[in-house]
């Protein structure tokens, strides 16, 4: 069965560096786009970054670009987000999202509703 889970979120301070990771398995994964996203209590839920099929290209929402760092491992079916100097407005919880993307394979789609599969999420809280 098709299941994302997410891995690395926890409690830091503010200026420190965390890595998350989400595990993907139970299909082929050819062709699905990864995202990740981020839900902040009493917020909707937005775009932090994506990454096409084949990693060439990437997106970033402008509050975490130049800070966050997305990449993917198809061989492991992995991919992560790295986050540096992270502040408090980036406590939330981070969701991996995947979607296939054959029907525009070279574009970063930024809707929640454009992906079909979904994580749990992992807690980030980040501390002032």
């Known amino acids: 069965q098709a299941q994302l889970v997410e891995s690395g979120g926890g409690l830091v301070q503010a200026g420190v560096s965390l890595r998350l990771s989400c595990a993907a398995s139970?299909?082929?994964?050819?062709?699905?786009?990864m995202g990740w996203f981020r839900q902040a209590p009493g917020k909707e839920r937005e775009f932090v970054a994506g990454?096409?099929?084949?990693?060439?290209?990437?997106d970033y929402a402008d509050s975490v670009k130049g800070r966050f760092t997305i990449s993917r491992d198809h061989a492991k079916n992995t991919v992560d987000l790295q986050m540096s100097s992270l502040k408090p407005e980036d406590t939330a919880v981070y969701y991996c999202?995947?979607?296939?993307?054959?029907?525009?394979?070279?574009?970063?789609?930024?809707?929640?509703?454009?992906?079909?599969?979904w994580g749990q999420g992992t807690q980030v809280t980040v501390s002032s």
């Open positions: 999202a995947a979607r296939d993307s054959r029907d525009n394979p070279f574009t970063i789609v930024t809707a929640t509703s454009d992906y079909e599969y």
């Open positions: 139970g299909r082929p994964w050819t062709n699905y786009a």
């Open positions: 990454i096409n099929w084949n990693g060439g290209r990437t």
